[in-house]
């Protein structure tokens, strides 16, 4: 058996936010819905984030941790710091979603309704392998001495490693 792509993974769970398809109201009045939509909504994800390597470098689709292939897109290889940024945050956030916590509401359909648009646009952005439309709501970047814009610097990498500058007590190292 296949994995389901990551558009009928996206069109089940438009199904369930709905309230429609073959669970239609078992699902709503059953209370197991919202899981279940973020599990979709997931999977969707991670199966773009799969395409994206099998279409770009098939040795890294053949790696088996899905977490090592999402660090992979910030670096060289990948669409981009931001691209990278948006994918772990809605993998993080549908990832929380989907785990029966005591203490914590499960998601709403509006919070699920706001994770599939995103999930929709990142999938549409690891397909066309474009630059990234900011979040919405988020502000213009500001530009820095690391982002001057200079001929084949995209201000995110320089050289084969990210540098990373860590602010500490005693300053920077």
Request: proline share 6%.
């Amino acid at each position: 058996m296949t994995a389901p792509t990551p558009q009928r993974c996206l069109a089940a769970a438009e199904e369930l936010l709905r309230g429609a398809g073959a669970f239609g109201g078992a699902a709503v009045t059953g209370g197991w819905w919202p899981r279940a939509c973020a599990c979709l909504i997931r999977l969707a994800l991670e199966g773009g984030v799969d395409a994206y390597w099998r279409r770009t470098r098939p040795a890294v689709a053949r790696c088996g941790q899905g977490r090592a292939k999402q660090l992979m897109l910030r670096g060289r290889l990948g669409p981009g710091v931001v691209v990278a940024r948006r994918v772990a945050f809605a993998w993080a956030t549908l990832s929380a979603a989907t785990h029966h916590h005591c203490y914590e509401l499960a998601p709403t359909a509006a919070e699920l309704r706001r994770l599939h648009t995103e999930v929709s646009v990142l999938l549409a952005r690891l397909d066309d392998n474009r630059p990234p439309a900011p979040p919405i709501g988020a502000r213009a970047p500001r530009r820095s001495a690391a982002n001057t814009g200079r001929a084949g610097d995209d201000g995110n990498r320089t050289g084969a490693f990210c540098r990373v500058r860590v602010a500490t007590r005693s300053g920077v190292r």
